[in-house]
């Protein structure tokens, strides 16, 4: 590897060639400031912030400038600081500068720079561009009037996700993130993945809010309410605190939710052990009678939209099982309704989720039944720390707590739904089982961890060869899918998340601001706490859940029976046309 010489306000260092002067002054320890700049999605120097003095150019932006040999970096000259300080106050112009009631105060990049450049007054205050606030997405509202250019979204739509239904519209002043034609977000191709959301540095993009409404069913004595937070819930919360990301907060998430006033604390985990005795026989039975293949995981809301929407031609390669929340909601509104003679139509159902596309999710008709829907609420990871926080409570001072019984318990194949690779790891751990007719004690398919976007294998369960395969983020998604069709793949069955890293990095998980992600990916931090999660758990393969194997003994008979599939499955939407 080529290695470049330069020194950085007087420091030597030393890199490799095409690094950039950002990058070479990180590895340093100094920090230059950036907006626009997001590592691995966004690098196209049009904040002006990262400014520094090369020799040759008196203001380069570093975050586009590769080192060279002997080059003579300056960080943090009076003309650089004046420049960066007049580029923050000409975006503060144009800027609504509500941060007293914005949902991203405190973790705003644009407020955290202003104050770190110390910018004490807008010089420029003048004429502001108006926006209307879209609010028309079930997930997702935009609103520009804090929108400062920095173009990350369209490139977490488009490069990353190869979705691209958001994108520069206009000219100069006039120019602003818009959808094609003057359409509104909730009336195109978007799969309300979030994925804008997390890599948006301020409030001008963020979850539609569902608090109130969780509130007032809390408050109404004629609601039971139901909670259930996800895998990827509980080891990312304790960001919201302040506390180390990968931290695991499992009791103390249980607690918080009890002292918030639900009635029951449920586990989204339960119903992911369920997911899998649903789907693993679904696979089997598709390989056994000549099913369509690849089978394809459908825990993914994004992902169900991405193929509604892009390849319909893959709806029949779809599981037909409901994602894991949507299952708890129908049980609790069955089995758990019968059992403790309480109306379903009085129950409400709440899902706390990493995911801004289980909002859209919920309220799909088809998952719904005898007229009522499964899940009546979906708050994001980011939307229940902000309750917390509302009702008092010192999250990071509370006793670890266990979730409620008959629907609250869940194995750590369950947790590792959280991560990319996590669902078909829990599929083998019981497939494998079942066609082995024994407990096996390799369990962990560690070909299929980690944040590689398309990762491929072969196992061999019972002498027969099983090919799968895991692709996370719906751009890798589109490789894989464009394999199949060209007939150069032939799996068996796949797993897809419709977010990069799977929900760990859901777009409805607390914001990495991006000089954190410089340094840290989210993506492989908070999967290994997932992985430490399920290696901490006494049960580890979800057929070994007793409250599961209970489930079918008394309610539902043999997993995919005519009432499974009556309560759990579901059907799918060609959007392709819409
Ligand atoms: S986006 Fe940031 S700077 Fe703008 S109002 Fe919100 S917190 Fe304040
Ligand atoms: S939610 Fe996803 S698909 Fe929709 S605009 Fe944002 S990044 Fe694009
Ligand atoms: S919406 Fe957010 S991410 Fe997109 S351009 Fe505006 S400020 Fe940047």
Same mark, same amino acid.
């Given at each position: 590897m080529d290695l470049v010489s330069l020194t950085i306000d007087g420091i030597a260092v030393q890199v490799p060639a095409g690094t950039t002067v950002l990058e070479a002054a990180r590895s340093a320890g100094i920090q230059i400031p950036t907006l626009c700049y997001l590592k691995d999605v966004n690098q196209i !120097? %049009?904040?002006?912030?990262c400014l520094v003095d090369t020799g040759a150019r008196?203001? %380069?932006? %570093?975050?586009?400038m590769p080192v060279s040999e002997g080059m003579k970096v300056k960080t943090n000259t009076p003309a650089i600081r004046e420049a960066r300080k007049v580029n923050m106050e000409l975006l503060l112009s144009n800027h609504d500068r509500k941060c007293l009631t914005c949902v991203r105060s405190k973790n705003c990049e644009l407020q955290t720079l202003a104050e770190e450049l110390g910018v004490r007054d807008v010089r420029f205050d003048g004429y502001k561009t108006v926006h209307e606030i879209d609010n028309s997405s079930l997930s997702i509202v935009r609103d520009n009037n804090k929108c400062i250019q920095c173009r990350r979204c369209i490139a977490a739509c488009l490069g990353v996700q190869r979705i691209g239904v958001i994108g520069t519209v206009g000219r100069g002043f006039g120019t602003s993130i818009e959808c094609a034609f003057d359409q509104k977000l909730g009336d195109v191709g978007c799969i309300n993945c979030g994925q804008c959301i997390t890599a948006c540095p301020v409030g001008a993009l963020r979850e539609k809010d569902n608090t109130q409404e969780v509130w007032d069913a809390i408050a109404d004595p004629n609601k039971f309410v139901v909670v259930q937070p996800a895998p990827a819930v509980r080891v990312a919360l304790g960001e919201e605190f302040g506390m180390e990301m990968g931290t695991r907060v499992t009791g103390k998430l249980a607690a918080a939710l009890r002292r918030m006033g639900f009635d029951k604390i449920f586990d989204t985990n339960y119903a992911a052990d369920l997911t899998i005795m649903e789907e693993g026989t679904e696979l089997l039975g598709r390989i056994q009678n000549g099913g369509v293949l690849p089978m394809i995981t459908s825990c993914s809301p994004g992902w169900i939209k991405y193929v509604e929407t892009y390849y319909p031609e893959f709806i029949p390669n779809l599981s037909s099982c409901k994602s894991p929340h949507e299952m708890l909601g129908a049980v609790v509104k069955s089995y758990y309704a019968e059992k403790n003679n309480i109306?379903?139509?009085?129950i409400y159902v709440v899902s706390v989720m990493p995911c801004t596309a289980k909002k859209f999710e919920a309220k799909r008709p088809e998952l719904s039944n005898n007229g009522l829907a499964d899940v009546d609420a979906v708050i994001t990871t980011r939307e229940l720390a902000r309750m917390i926080k509302e009702a008092g409570i010192d999250f990071v001072s509370l006793p670890d707590e266990e979730f409620d019984p008959m629907l609250g318990e869940g194995t750590g194949a369950a947790v590792?739904? !959280?991560?990319?690779g996590g669902v078909m790891e829990a599929a083998l751990r019981t497939v494998a089982d079942i066609l082995e007719g024994k407990d096996l004690d390799a369990i962990e398919y560690t070909a299929v961890r980690g944040i590689e976007g398309v990762k491929e294998a072969a196992v061999t369960v019972a002498g027969q060869e099983i090919k799968i395969a895991v692709a996370n983020g719906t751009g890798n998604a589109e490789k894989l899918l464009e394999k199949i069709k060209a007939g150069e793949a032939d799996y068996a069955f796949i797993e897809i998340m419709g977010c990069p890293g799977g929900c760990v990095t859901g777009g409805g998980q607390p914001i990495v601001p991006a000089r954190v992600r410089q340094v840290k990916d989210p993506r492989v931090v908070r999967a290994k706490a997932i992985y430490e999660e399920d290696a901490a758990l006494k049960l580890r393969k979800s057929h070994k859940n007793p409250s599961i194997q209970k489930l079918y003994d008394e309610y539902? !008979?043999?997993?995919?029976?005519h009432k499974a599939h009556e309560l759990l499955h579901t059907t799918y939407v060609d959007r392709s046309k819409k």
């Open positions: !120097g %049009a904040c002006r912030m008196a203001l %380069a932006a %570093a975050c586009v109306d379903p139509k009085n590792i739904f !959280g991560a990319t539902l !008979g043999q997993p995919n029976s």
